[in-house]
């Protein structure tokens, strides 16, 4: 048994995540290619709808991240930067419990992203999330207001069915990890300005995935 193993309780969370970035649609980096540029940043959002850490519930709450990189995410990259935003709602043991998790602390998927990105993170704040996912997928949202905004609509056009969704299943670069659904949309709205980070566009790719891990292995 590793020593994460041995001290982090049995924890699960589930959910939905979503991200607005700088790649065309779709972006190219959960087919685990370069971005579209060259370099990409973008704001990354997760709701979680279920979870527990141990005894400590984690349902409702938010954690937003902002980041940016050069090259292949997946493969051969630099200049990877990130902060991250947890949601101020949170007790005492639930914000220890999402910086076990979300820190990679707790292992599984976070533990192996956070690894292979190796961001230097530039700073963590507990902070308003306002996070909103319609239930048909339509468009989702994410904001801390006056930090950061990233909002999309589903991706749709003229073979689409009205009302149906443009999916993807068995990503070879699904950034919350295999064996979830990916939905296509384009962003409305993505601005940073807070952590060195400042951008702010629309029209380019933004996805909605779930996510669904367990720790601590």
């Known amino acids: 048994m590793t020593e994460t193993a041995k001290s982090v ?5 589930s959910g939905d995540w979503f991200d607005t970035c700088k790649c065309d649609v779709p972006c190219p980096c959960s087919f685990a290619q370069p971005p579209t540029y060259g370099d990409c940043e973008g704001v990354l959002a997760w709701h ?4 527990r850490y141990g005894d400590v519930p984690l349902g409702g709450l938010n954690v937003l991240m902002v980041a940016s990189f050069v090259g292949n995410v997946w493969a051969e990259h630099s200049d990877a930067y990130g902060a991250v935003f947890l949601d101020e709602r949170a007790d005492d043991a639930q914000r220890e419990a999402l910086q076990m998790i979300f820190g990679g602390q707790a292992g599984s998927w976070p533990a192996e992203m956070i690894s292979m990105f190796g961001a230097e993170m530039r700073g963590m704040d507990f902070a308003p ?9 339509g468009g989702w949202k994410a904001t801390v207001p006056g930090r950061v ?3 999309a609509m589903a991706l749709t056009g003229p073979t689409t069915p009205e009302g149906a969704r443009v999916q993807s299943t068995n990503l070879p670069g699904s950034e919350t990890g295999p064996g979830q659904v990916a939905t ?4 409305t ?11 702010s566009r629309e029209g380019q790719s933004s996805k909605h995935i779930t996510f669904d891990w367990s720790g601590p292995t």
């Not at 309780?9 to 969370?13: G, I, Q, R, S, V």
Request: glycine share 8%; aromatic share 14%.
């Open 189 to 199: 709205v993505d601005r940073a300005d807070d952590f060195g980070f400042h951008w």
């Open 149 to 151: 905004e990233a909002s």
């Open 184 to 187: 296509w949309g384009r962003s």
């Open 129 to 137: 999330i306002e996070v909103r996912v319609d239930e048909d997928l």
């Open 48 to 51: 979680v709808r279920e979870g």
């Open 9 to 13: 309780p049995k924890w699960h969370a």
